[in-house]
């Protein structure tokens, strides 16, 4: 495998940064993008690799690939609609360290021929799916890394629910990376939940004023969770303010209980809270906690589908401890940090334990479940 692939096997999420000008379904992005200007811009904001566009129909060419060469030494991946193992050739000396190979307008025997091609002249080949069908296509055929799209690139659509399942499946060896419609931090998490390596975020990039500030924001941590929702306008004021993850107690013995799991924008993802067993619920995840003498334990698990994906590093029920944050730090995987946060707290914490997100609810309150406005923004913006 070469550097591209590994590149994007690191620890943690990692982004696939794309230039790309213009877009079939969108029309113009970026006119103007420089991949000379774009490619050390986004490797400084936190890329793993950058994809280049060097087909006309998004605006681009192979002179883009040796652009963004010429400027960086980030790992490339040349995108467009490659069929004969011949033109592989110039997208290397045009500085190509991989190339895409879309299943949906190859067989097994071209796509073959053309990682073949590949692998000789020294490029990875990330090898796009779609669909499930496809899928199967791509861990046969032995493809590393995998590329999983969330666009129907015949009609244009998104589907991002077909894409995260498809993501859970996709064997772990394989480096997997989630493709389009990623906008938010919540949606890149959500890929991340579910197995991806990687994100491959373009249209939300070359829209924004700043393309590296947006790259930044998007794969930056922790998450920010505020817990103990039961009305829609304090899940308003906490998504406004900039959180990702929008908690609901559905535990009967908590004073902030929720009578049900309210929906939440597109920029956060929904978190149901039991303590003993789960039931059923609407939510993208679940927090679990046990229960212990009669109400819940200390630490708890984030579940997607029922698989653990975080430990929740909380304190004991109604006590403090001085030692939470070092037993925190110390937590192996992804570490999900609560108790006693709030604004005048958090960012310490923070700096101390580095977790992958953190949950406050009681100290954001006025009364159990009622949330203080004022104090939600500061602590997501302390956070960030």
Same mark, same amino acid.
């Given at each position: 495998?070469?550097?591209?692939?590994? !590149?994007?096997? %690191?620890?943690?999420?990692?982004?696939?940064?794309?230039?790309?000008?213009?877009?079939?379904?969108?029309?113009?992005?970026?006119?103007?993008?420089?991949?000379?200007?774009? !490619?050390?811009?986004?490797?400084?904001?936190?890329?793993?690799?950058?994809?280049?566009?060097?087909?006309?129909?998004?605006?681009?060419?192979?002179?883009?690939?040796?652009?963004?060469?010429? &400027?960086?030494?980030?790992?490339?991946?040349?995108?467009? +609609?490659?069929?004969?193992?011949?033109?592989?050739? #110039? =997208?290397?000396?045009?500085?190509?360290?991989?190339?895409?190979?879309?299943?949906?307008?190859?067989?097994?025997?071209?796509? #073959?021929?053309?990682?073949?091609?590949?692998?000789?002249?020294?490029?990875?080949? =990330?090898?796009?799916?779609?669909?499930?069908?496809?899928?199967?296509?791509?861990?046969?055929?032995?493809?590393?890394?995998? @590329? $999983?799209?969330?666009?129907?690139?015949?009609?244009?659509?998104?589907?991002?629910?077909?894409?995260?399942?498809?993501?859970?499946?996709?064997? /772990?060896?394989?480096?997997?990376?989630?493709?389009?419609?990623?906008?938010? /931090?919540?949606?890149?998490?959500?890929?991340?939940?579910?197995? %991806?390596?990687?994100?491959?975020?373009?249209? &939300?990039?070359?829209?924004? /004023?700043?393309?590296?500030?947006?790259?930044?924001?998007?794969?930056? /941590?922790?998450?920010?969770?505020?817990?103990?929702?039961?009305?829609?306008?304090?899940?308003?004021?906490?998504?406004?303010?900039?959180?990702?993850?929008? @908690? +609901?107690?559905?535990?009967?013995?908590?004073?902030?209980?929720?009578?049900?799991?309210?929906?939440?924008?597109?920029?956060?993802?929904?978190? #149901?809270? +039991?303590?003993?067993?789960?039931?059923?619920?609407?939510?993208?995840?679940?927090?679990?906690?046990?229960?212990?003498?009669?109400?819940? @334990?200390?630490?708890?698990?984030?579940?997607? @589908?029922?698989?653990?994906?975080?430990?929740?590093?909380?304190?004991?029920?109604?006590?403090?401890?001085?030692?939470?944050?070092?037993?925190?730090?110390?937590?192996?995987?992804?570490?999900?940090?609560?108790?006693? =946060?709030?604004?005048?707290?958090?960012?310490?914490? $923070?700096?101390?334990?580095?977790?992958?997100?953190?949950? &406050?609810?009681?100290?954001?309150?006025?009364?159990?479940?009622?949330?203080?406005?004022?104090?939600?923004?500061?602590?997501?913006? &302390?956070?960030?």
């Amino acid at each position: 495998m070469g550097r591209f692939r590994d !590149a994007l096997a %690191a620890p943690g999420l990692s982004a696939l940064a794309e230039v790309k000008r213009r877009s079939p379904s969108a029309g113009d992005l970026r006119p103007t993008a420089d991949p000379a200007a774009l !490619a050390p811009a986004f490797e400084c904001a936190g890329a793993a690799a950058v994809s280049v566009l060097v087909d006309a129909r998004f605006g681009g060419d192979v002179a883009d690939l040796a652009a963004a060469r010429s &400027a960086s030494q980030i790992p490339l991946l040349a995108k467009g +609609f490659f069929r004969e193992p011949q033109e592989l050739l #110039a =997208l290397r000396e045009g500085g190509a360290d991989a190339v895409l190979l879309l299943l949906r307008d190859l067989d097994d025997a071209q796509t #073959a021929a053309l990682m073949q091609e590949a692998a000789e002249l020294g490029l990875d080949a =990330l090898v796009e799916a779609h669909d499930a069908q496809e899928l199967d296509r791509a861990v046969r055929l032995g493809a590393d890394p995998i @590329g $999983i799209n969330a666009r129907d690139l015949t009609t244009f659509h998104i589907d991002r629910s077909a894409q995260l399942e498809l993501v859970a499946r996709a064997p /772990r060896d394989r480096v997997v990376v989630a493709e389009s419609g990623i906008t938010s /931090r919540a949606q890149g998490a959500a890929a991340e939940l579910a197995g %991806a390596d990687a994100i491959l975020v373009g249209s &939300a990039l070359m829209r924004a /004023r700043d393309p590296a500030a947006k790259l930044r924001e998007l794969i930056s /941590r922790p998450l920010v969770k505020v817990c103990g929702l039961t009305r829609s306008d304090d899940v308003d004021v906490a998504a406004e303010a900039g959180a990702d993850l929008a @908690g +609901f107690i559905l535990a009967e013995e908590s004073p902030r209980r929720a009578n049900e799991v309210l929906p939440v924008p597109e920029t956060m993802l929904s978190v #149901a809270v +039991f303590v003993g067993e789960p039931l059923d619920d609407l939510a993208d995840l679940v927090q679990l906690y046990p229960r212990e003498n009669g109400h819940r @334990g200390r630490d708890g698990v984030l579940l997607r @589908g029922g698989e653990p994906v975080a430990t929740v590093v909380d304190l004991p029920w109604q006590q403090s401890d001085y030692g939470h944050l070092d037993r925190a730090a110390t937590t192996d995987g992804r570490v999900v940090l609560a108790g006693g =946060l709030d604004s005048e707290n958090v960012r310490a914490a $923070i700096d101390r334990v580095q977790p992958w997100a953190v949950d &406050a609810s009681s100290r954001l309150e006025v009364a159990p479940g009622i949330k203080h406005h004022a104090r939600v923004r500061a602590y997501v913006a &302390a956070a960030r």
